[in-house]
Each structure stands twice: as structure tokens, then as C-alpha cells.
């Protein structure tokens, strides 16, 4: 491990709240310029997290930060906190006065995000996604050396998503990112949490690529079947070594030419796709239904 260039150490960090675990056993470590991705389902302690790396919610265990100075961050949260009665326009004049820029030094930031258009308009008036797009202006346009950003993307027109993409990864820089893109993961994250009930699954970081190898799911390839086929799950364990659900649909890894015959017969719809992050995250929750299988 790089000690050097460490910007945050958690260490048996624990975070209870009127009796309840809402973060346990966190061990994690963030480097200078890494993209880190937290993900998971509603609830699993993602904005928690966040809170905690940045001091806003105190918790137990050991926790090392070396953030850079407050001009050098940029934060967002998935509620942005801007007064109704102000226009657009205002508030990115105000967020330019604090930091002493002139408007020339972010206009093409304002222009990537859309904002030039909506720029009259109250914030009282805005969509959600034109509120998000400001909200990503306030965490973007001078520069920062750590970006911090809680659902960055929720609310965002999914033709805007790739170039919102280009904006936060622009540059070398320290990102922490809590999302519900996992794609955006894929692509540009150094390393993923998957983080589930406030704990972190799978033993820890990993990249990408760590997580999609045979590690933990020795195949790539699935079969996928919606849960309301008529088949129970018990049942197609029987036809695939690796079988579980998620999200109102049956996977099935392992397969072979066997199992397609049956379904065809059966009249069975299903598709065929590669192995992604939703997967792993679903086995790894599972996983205790899955005794006896061997990986």
C-alpha cells in the first residue's frame, strides 16, 4: 500500500445509530487520483459512507483523513441544497465570486452541462435533472482535487449521461462516487465497494476487471428468465450449477446445450448476455443460499 499518497484510511469502522448497524466493519483505503465506486441498493449505507469520509457523521473505529484544502473539493449530494427564489443565473455568479473567478473561467462547464439555457429560470422551477446539472456545476467548475459525489447521475436524461461521464473524469483527480450506475463503474472506476446492509461484500475493493473474473462467478456467460415463468428457482437449480434471483428474473450460469433444449421445448422465453457487476453484488448476497456449490 502507498501510505504517501493516502487521502482516506478506514479501519473497523462502525457506524450505529439508536441500536442499529447502519455501517459495520468498514475497511477501506482511497489514494490520491483513484476513481472509487460505491455501490448497492437502497439503504445499503452508501450516503452514510460518504457522510462519514467526509467528517459529517461521526463514527467508531480508525479513520485517517488528508482531504485536501475546502477550495479543493467538490461535493455534490443527491438532495441539492439551493433557495427556490434564486435564479440559475445567480447562484453560479455566487459560486464564482466565493471562489474569485471570472465567468470566461467555467463557461465551458456551464456549456457541457446545458445550464446557458435554463439560466433565468428560478431554481424553484427547475426539473429535477436541471436542478442535478447545477448541482454537478457547483462540484465541478473550479477544478477540484477531490470530487465526492452522491448519486451524481440520478435524474440525468440518459443522453446526457456519457458526457456528464467526460466532465467528472476529465481530469486526474481523487473521485468517490455513490451510484446506481453501475456501467459508469465498468468504465471508469479503479476500484468498486459493493456495500449491502452496511457492510462491505466480497472482502473489500476491487477493480473491475478483479470482480469479473473468475474469482467469483467462474463463468461468463448466463441464461436469464423472468421470475414469472412458471419455474421455480429450486427447479432450475437442478438444470444450471449456478442459479439465483434478482430483481423479478432468474440467472443461470453454467449452463449447457441441455438447458436450452429444455426451455425451447417448454417454450421458455429467455436471453443469453455476459456476466455484469449486478451479478456478482446479487451472488454475493445470496451467496448463503448457495451452499454446496463449488466455485
Do not use: C
Not at 441539492?80 to 473561467?105: D, W
Not at 451510484?179 to 461484500?201: M, N, P, R
Request: hydrophobic share 40%; charged share 20%; proline share 4%.
Amino acid at each position: 500500500m502507498d501510505t504517501q499518497n493516502l487521502i482516506f484510511q478506514l479501519k473497523n469502522v462502525d457506524l450505529k445509530i439508536e441500536g442499529t448497524f447502519i455501517l459495520n466493519d468498514i475497511n477501506l483505503d482511497v489514494q490520491k487520483n483513484e476513481r472509487v465506486f460505491i455501490l448497492g441498493n437502497n439503504g445499503s449505507g452508501k450516503s452514510s459512507l460518504i457522510e462519514v469520509f467526509l467528517d459529517n457523521i461521526k463514527a467508531s473505529g480508525q479513520i485517517l483523513r488528508r482531504m485536501p484544502a475546502k477550495r479543493h473539493i467538490g461535493l455534490l449530494f443527491d438532495q441539492v441544497p439551493f433557495s427556490p427564489l434564486y435564479k440559475v443565473k445567480e447562484v453560479v455568479h455566487l459560486y464564482g465570486l466565493l471562489f474569485h473567478l471570472e465567468q470566461n473561467a467555467y463557461q465551458p462547464i456551464l456549456e457541457r452541462l446545458n445550464l446557458p439555457a435554463i439560466m433565468h429560470k428560478k431554481i424553484g422551477k427547475l426539473s429535477t435533472g436541471e436542478r442535478k446539472r447545477l448541482g454537478l456545476f457547483a462540484a465541478l467548475f473550479h477544478h477540484p482535487q477531490l470530487l465526492v459525489l452522491d448519486e451524481p447521475l440520478s435524474g440525468i436524461d440518459p443522453n446526457s449521461v456519457q458526457q456528464i461521464n467526460e466532465l467528472i473524469f476529465a481530469h486526474p483527480r481523487t473521485v468517490i462516487i455513490a451510484s446506481h450506475y453501475w456501467e459508469s463503474a465498468v468504465k471508469y472506476a479503479d476500484k468498486i465497494v459493493f456495500l449491502h446492509q452496511g457492510t462491505i461484500l466480497g472482502g473489500g475493493a476491487r477493480s473491475p476487471t478483479e470482480w469479473l473474473s473468475e474469482d467469483f462467478i467462474p463463468f461468463n456467460e448466463k441464461v436469464v428468465i423472468q421470475a414469472d415463468s412458471g419455474l421455480s428457482l429450486d427447479e432450475l437449480r437442478r438444470l444450471a450449477p449456478l442459479t439465483f434471483g434478482y430483481e423479478n428474473q432468474y440467472v443461470l450460469f453454467g449452463f449447457n446445450a441441455s438447458l436450452l433444449d429444455f426451455l425451447s421445448t417448454a417454450k421458455i422465453t429467455y436471453s443469453r448476455a455476459q456476466k455484469s457487476l449486478h451479478d456478482i453484488y446479487y451472488y454475493l448476497m445470496t451467496k448463503h443460499e448457495l451452499e454446496g456449490i463449488t466455485l
